[in-house]
């Protein structure tokens, strides 16, 4: 049986953040701490060893594999600061339009820094991707 590595644990959020390297990255994840926390209302949890999530979700694909995941997190990554966001959600493209310097993978956005973006677009798809999973995942929220 598949046993998922990123799982939510008890390691501090805070202590994780002052191992990144960069100053400057550094910097920005507390930025997205504080903007992350005021716009979910959820406390930060650590999820695997290196990313920061906010609420949660119990999620069942039509495979049979299910687990739990954030709402929506991020990870200050060496290259890129990572920004966890629900996928499928075609309302995400519409705000990426106008957030800023960023590039796209499946479940991801990457940015290099905070200056890069709209701060007001982040809260936004922050916002909707919240909202999204909870009318995609109902009654397992």
């Known amino acids: ?17 002052e191992t990144v390297e960069s100053p400057k990255k550094r910097e920005d994840a507390y930025k997205l701490l504080d903007i992350f926390t005021e716009t979910t209302g959820f406390q930060a949890k650590m999820w695997g060893p290196s990313i920061i999530g906010f609420g949660s979700y119990h999620y069942t694909y039509k495979s049979g594999h299910e687990g ?3 709402l929506v997190g991020f990870s200050p990554r060496k290259a890129k600061i990572s920004l966890y966001f629900a996928t499928g959600d075609t309302t995400r493209e519409e ?40 009318e995609t995942y109902p009654n397992q929220l």
């Open 1 to 17: 049986m598949y046993e998922l590595k990123t799982k939510e644990n008890d390691n501090s959020v805070i202590e994780f953040i």
């Open 68 to 70: 739990d995941a954030p």
């Open 95 to 134: 705000l990426l339009k106008d957030f800023g310097k960023h590039t796209t993978g499946k479940a991801c956005v990457y940015i290099n820094k905070v200056a890069d973006i709209d701060v007001d677009v982040l809260k936004a798809l922050i916002q909707q991707s919240i909202r999204f999973l909870q």
